[in-house]
């Protein structure tokens, strides 16, 4: 039985970009203090990939760390701190909330439950959907398509 290895967490990849491009990210490079071309543009395209981010795109990376390590607080700094959307983070013993520049939020529960809501003009949080959402369940009135009342026409 073969062992199976890890996957690598990098790959190599060459794009060809216009001069001008290159001459914008090195100027992002330099004002940043960033020591290589290279990370400049990972840094620039993970800005850009987590600004199209959604609160459920950041509800499954919040998950997907927890499932690995269940320090919350570890979770908020590695998941949370770091994210260009998140503008709040609220950290307590069994407990760590999230806010976002739309106005959306977040939490997890020491226990691994998670909530979904959002922040109030009083700047509140307030979270009132469990996270992942139930799937819609058909009501089984006349216009829901395969209700039960299908099941029961005897001809």
Do not use: C
């Not at 290159?22 to 395209?45: C, F, K, T």
């Not at 700094?77 to 739309?102: A, C, K, P, Q, T």
């Not at 997890?108 to 469990?130: A, E, F, H, Q, Y």
Request: zero cysteines; proline letters at 5%; aromatic letters at 6%.
């Amino acid at each position: 039985m073969a062992i199976e290895q890890d996957k690598p967490t990098t790959e190599r990849r060459i794009h060809v970009l216009p001069i001008e491009l290159l001459d914008r990210i090195r100027a992002y490079q330099s004002e940043n203090n960033i020591p290589s071309e290279v990370e400049a543009v990972r840094r620039l395209l993970s800005e850009a990939l987590q600004a199209r981010d959604t609160i459920d795109d950041i509800m499954k990376q919040v998950r997907a760390y927890f499932r690995q390590d269940r320090d919350l607080r570890a979770l908020a700094r590695e998941v949370l701190s770091g994210h260009i959307l998140v503008n709040r983070i609220d950290i307590e013993d069994s407990e760590v909330r999230f806010g976002m520049r739309n106005g959306d939020a977040g939490s997890i529960r020491r226990d691994g439950s998670m909530k979904t809501g959002s922040i109030t003009d009083d700047g509140n949080v307030w979270l009132n959907n469990d996270w992942p959402r139930a799937p819609e369940r058909s009501t089984g009135g006349w216009d829901s398509p395969g209700s039960d009342l299908d099941k029961e026409i005897p001809f």
